[in-house]
DNA sequence: CTGAAAGCGCTTACAG
DNA sequence: CTGAAAGCGCTTACAG
């Protein structure tokens, strides 16, 4: 064991094994050109000795993998664990650690872009919402094609200024089974609970979903993309249009808020209103009730977004769309 | 903009700005000892011509804050999402970014281990059950140890048998509440759906229970951590023991699953078959009925336990409960 | 306050 | 098949 605070270099193997630093270079990343035998008694040593490659060095040498960035807005939301999950899933199978940074808000999606860049990955994934004003995304665009520019691979997950491969969303297409959905059952009064307007993912939604909603909507508000912000926007709801036979939630994170609210004044789902959100978070099945909604496959979205990254350079970016699928449970009935 | 595969370096910084290596290596470090006037001069160029200073040589030259490794079994599942919230949060506090492994058993440990000493982070939090038989671990934790002997910090969570700083989760005392709240409503046959026999996560919890529940244990048996495992388990133990009221699963995740699968073959919950989880993750109010639980706060503990390694070694290990509370909601009720 | 030089731990042409 | 040497991009004593 390493005397506390030291640490065994290749050199110290390279000498305990007699050779020199060359081959005992070639004998542990496996290179072609070193006797079997030799490559083979370096390597003996090296365990013994509990040697563990410096990587930092590694990397400045030319040698070694590069690790891939992750960043995403909050990974303890359900959405961004899947995402993740699928991203760490895809780095697993090409021997590459992740480094994953959380960006609450543009600034610090900048911050992160950038110490990502500092510590050289090959790639970044890039989850969480583009701005509908590009210019809110100015800053980390440009960032991105800098990185892209000095070699860096990048893929996007739902932003579309963006001038990399990307996983764009089905969320217009989403938003318009939601809303078909709806209307088959006969809803016409109908009130949309929305995250920050100033978010890419709220706008097309909402727009597929007025597409074919019409003049059923209404009301249209906005709230924090959380439980909290759901259940805060349906107790307001309730008060101003009881009126209202369905609410779509943004996301089902928010749905879930909108469901405990309902719970909460009494009010039956779906008997007296009917609830959907968008995503199919693994636990929509399980809420109470069921949740109906639009299916993102996220794990799969941030597995194909890594994957876009070991492609080589296009010449134009290259886009892959999610697709969805609309899920019908239990918390969407007849309009009463 | 850099042209591509081309990086700028320090030292063009340098040259640009009309300075040497070191003051210009120092006025962006904001290293004392360099006139405000050019330090700022230098910075300004840097930022001009994108400079992005390269973590791996400053590392390598002994610069440079080291990232935090951390392990986790699998970043899906909402358990695990919730340390990972925590750690992270408390690594951005300190600028650090996180690098992330899944590791869904313990070959896959090592290997995760390994890779971040090869990173040079600067400390690992281990998250993930150990295992009841301590060999099994045993190579985990010397290379840990190994790690801790050449300056790294480590800290686990809910592993025992490790000489490292650990959040000890409190799995017994969690057990024996469930137990108590159950024989409070009268039950005396109660059926254990347990996850892995060999974790000790779930020899804890059996224990904290069995010493309460005693002989109204009519049933034990071992699934898979997940809400399948959970449902699988449901669906043997009433075929078997129809007369069972209380069913304990190890894990909200899999008491979700034994919800389902009561709700399939229309068992009514807690008129019934009362049931109660553990771990309380954020979406256990929201299921159907919403979930009894015994509270472990995850976020908290993954920060808590990332805490411990910003502290200087210890000359014996510090070990921190998690606490837990029991969280009574409507899948428990009094004994048919 | 500023600079020239050594060194961090590797990998990889370049020779042999 | 093997080795001596240069170089990756920084930071930090050491001088001045």
């Not at 992750?70 to 899933?89: C, H, K, N």
């Not at 469901?259 to 399980?286: C, H, N, T, Y």
């Amino acid at each position: 064991m390493a005397e506390r605070g030291t640490t065994i270099r290749l050199a110290d193997v390279a000498e305990r094994a007699g050779v020199s630093l060359a081959t005992a270079s070639r004998s542990l990343t496996g290179t072609a050109g070193v006797s079997l035998k030799l490559a083979e008694h370096v390597r003996e040593v090296a365990t013994s000795m509990g040697y563990v490659a410096n990587m930092h060095a590694r990397s400045l040498a030319g040698g070694g993998e590069s690790s891939i960035g992750l960043i995403v807005t909050e990974i303890g939301d359900p959405y961004f664990a899947e995402i993740a999950s699928g991203v760490i899933g895809v780095a697993a199978e090409h021997q590459r650690m992740v480094q994953i940074g959380q960006a609450p808000d543009p600034a610090t999606v900048l911050a992160q872009i950038r110490l990502l860049r500092a510590y050289r990955v090959g790639a970044i994934v890039l989850a969480g919402s583009g701005h509908v004003d590009p210019a809110v995304d100015a800053a980390a665009d440009a960032e991105l094609a800098a990185f892209e520019a000095s070699g860096g691979r990048v893929a996007v997950v739902g932003r579309h200024h963006v001038a990399a491969d990307a996983v764009l969303l089905d969320n217009v297409a989403a938003g318009r089974s939601i809303a078909r959905h709806l209307l088959d059952l006969g809803h016409r009064r109908i009130a949309l609970i929305a995250g920050p307007a100033t978010l890419n993912t709220v706008a097309d939604r909402l727009a597929g979903l007025r597409e074919v909603l019409g003049d059923t909507v209404v009301s249209v508000t906005h709230h924090d993309f959380s439980r909290s912000g759901g259940a805060a926007g349906a107790a307001e709801l309730l008060d101003i249009h009881p009126e209202v036979t369905a609410i779509v939630a943004l996301s089902d994170v928010m749905a879930i808020g909108v469901l405990a609210a309902l719970r909460e004044q009494g009010i039956g789902v779906p008997s007296m209103v009917s609830v959907a959100g968008f995503d199919d978070i693994p636990v929509a099945a399980d809420v109470s009730p069921a949740l109906t909604t639009a299916r993102l496959p996220m794990a799969e979205i941030g597995a194909a977004a890594l994957r876009l990254t070991t492609l080589g350079p296009a010449v134009r970016p290259r886009r892959k769309s999610s697709g969805h699928e609309l899920i019908v449970r239990e918390s969407t009935g007849s309009a009463r």
